[in-house]
């Protein structure tokens, strides 16, 4: 039932016309969604969350447009496609991990917060150094992610131009990067969220269209698939059993341990996904919107299984991994065969729609990262941490100084018609600034990183937020003693060793595929670092709260439970 003809490359002449004029409606659509919702507002509440006036359906569908990244349209289904039961492994971290995300997070994160998460800890820890240190790693999280996705970006339209030169990638990574600076600083999160609506349902549309396609090739014989994938794998029944690319010794399984472990846990400490929960008005709200998420989620990764097998069924996986090492174009050359194959106009349609959709992902995702990464800079960093106190925190060590010598009965008013208004100007100025600057630095990092699979990417940024921010929000809001010297050293704790171990990993050097390939200077053995970095947030986070100087305060720590549980007080 596999194809007889000849492996796939990307489309030429005037099919080829027809792939690029569609990645141009790609563009060109977004940047109208982009300038109309820009227009619709400028107060920080509108570029940071939207206005809060999205529906849960609206929200749910923006939360799965965030989630479902390059990581999972090219990234997990390249996996499959390579290393068959091992990569649907992969998968099942990215679905389960929304569950910590509803029981824990959603409706606690949308009462006790307003921007981002430090705006959380801030409630309860007011401390400007709690609040850099938060911000900081949120931008170093953010980063992480954002190279995935534009790696993603250059593999597809490297393929698409029926190139693999370094100099087609590289260009297209520049021009992502432009975009998505454009996207942020023109549309903030609303122009954001419609965006990630809009790709969110031609993503899961295009995965239906490609999947009955494929249910209609093998005539619904899923055993079938399942056997031509193993016969074309190149290894034979160990595709369809573990320890294909994780099992080859006692390291690989650790290091798939360790990655599983930053796939769950990682999620609920994603910026981008936090600050999602402050784009809908109420806490029911947003833990509908993660119900509708886990739907949505849930049935994309399915068919994901579905397209990996298919890709290695109909296409090979040597084949898969000539055009792209790490897999990442086993989908659109899946649509490029069932469409009819090479040559064909079909064939050449599917192909050019699905990467089109493909493209609309990375766009999309981008977006939301860059705006979670410039939030993070600006609200927490520059007027949280560095200009004095953040708004709302009464009391703050930190804020103490001209702005409590003045009598109440002056700030009132002024403070929240008058300077208030200005100050959140300069702070959104800020963050369209640090925008432009964080996507320059995702630039130059993801032009070193070219050669590595996307999703494995994602489980790095995943390792770091489960390192770094989970624990200080855990703690925060579940452990009554906890200090702010606590969340500091959590921060840290998590976030310093993840990168050092990182660095010092094969992942930076000493292979192939590795950032330095002529290098070798690693002594961490795995790839992931989530297995060592994890618990020692955690551990560090308990051992800053027993030595802090200073004791929890008991009614901060009311004010925070009361708020988070029952909405009491929440913007």
Do not use: C
């Not at 080859?248 to 400490?269: E, H, M, W």
């Amino acid at each position: 039932m596999r194809t007889s003809t000849p492996p796939p490359v990307a489309p030429a002449g005037d099919h080829h016309a027809l792939a690029v004029v569609l990645f141009a409606v790609v563009v060109l659509v977004t940047l109208g969604i982009t300038f109309w919702a820009g227009r619709r507002g400028s107060a920080a509440e509108d570029f940071y969350a939207g206005g809060r006036d999205f529906t849960p359906l609206q929200n749910g569908f923006a939360l799965s447009g965030d989630y479902l990244s390059a990581a999972s349209f090219l990234g997990v289904a390249g996996l499959i496609a390579l290393y068959g039961y091992d990569g649907v492994l992969y998968s099942i971290g990215f679905l389960v991990a929304w569950l910590v995300v509803l029981m824990l997070v959603a409706e606690l994160v949308r009462n006790a917060g307003r921007y981002t998460l430090a705006d959380v800890l801030a409630l309860r820890l007011r401390r400007r150094k709690v609040r850099a240190a938060a911000g900081g790693a949120s931008v170093v999280v953010t980063l992480f992610y954002l190279v995935a996705q534009m790696v993603g970006a250059g593999s597809l339209v490297a393929l698409l131009l029926g190139t693999n030169s370094a100099q087609a990638r590289t260009w297209t990574i520049v021009a992502v990067g432009g975009l998505m600076i454009v996207y942020v600083t023109i549309g903030g999160m609303r122009a954001t969220t419609w965006i990630q609506i809009v790709k969110a349902f031609m993503l899961v549309a295009g995965s239906v269209v490609l999947t009955v396609l494929l249910v209609v090739r093998f005539h619904g014989d899923v055993a079938e698939l399942m056997r031509q994938a193993a016969q074309h794998s190149g290894a034979g029944q160990r595709y369809l059993e573990p320890g294909l690319k994780y099992g080859k010794s006692f390291t690989s399984r650790l290091d798939f341990f360790s990655l599983g472990l930053a796939l769950v846990l990682g999620t609920a400490g994603l910026p981008h996904i936090l600050s999602r929960f402050y784009t809908v008005p109420t806490a029911r709200a947003a833990r509908r919107s993660t119900m509708w998420a886990i739907g949505l989620v849930g049935g994309f990764y399915l068919m994901a299984i579905a397209l990996g097998l298919g890709a290695t069924a109909l296409i090979g996986s040597a084949e898969v991994r000539q055009a792209n090492s790490a897999g990442n174009t086993a989908v659109p050359l899946l649509a490029l065969v069932l469409g009819g194959g090479n040559g064909s106009t079909g064939g050449v349609v599917l192909f050019a729609l699905i990467s089109a959709i493909a493209f609309a992902t990375i766009l999309a995702v981008v977006a939301g990262l860059t705006l979670a990464s410039s939030a993070a800079f600006a609200h927490d960093i520059w007027a949280g941490a560095w200009r004095g106190r953040p708004r709302g925190s009464r009391g703050s060590r930190g804020g103490r100084g001209r702005s409590a010598a003045v009598p109440a009965s002056r700030r009132s008013r002024r403070g929240a018609d008058g300077a208030s208004a200005v100050a959140e100007h300069k702070e959104v100025l800020v963050a369209r600034i640090a925008a432009v600057g964080i996507g320059a630095v995702a630039i130059v990092l993801s032009l070193f990183a070219q050669q590595l699979n996307v999703a494995f990417l994602v489980g790095l940024a995943f390792a770091v937020a489960a390192s770094a921010n989970l624990p200080v929000l855990l703690y925060s809001l579940f452990w009554r003693r906890f200090t702010a010297r606590g969340a500091v050293w959590a921060v840290y704790g998590g976030l310093v060793p993840a990168v050092v171990l990182v660095a010092f990993s094969p992942v930076v050097s000493g292979t192939k595929v590795a950032l330095f390939p002529g290098m070798d200077f690693h002594w961490f053995p795995l790839e992931n670092p989530g297995i060592v970095s994890i618990p020692l947030g955690f551990l560090a986070g308990w051992i800053g709260t027993l030595t802090s100087p200073e004791p929890a305060d008991p009614d901060r720590y009311a004010e925070l439970e009361v708020r988070s549980l029952t909405g009491a007080g929440a913007v």
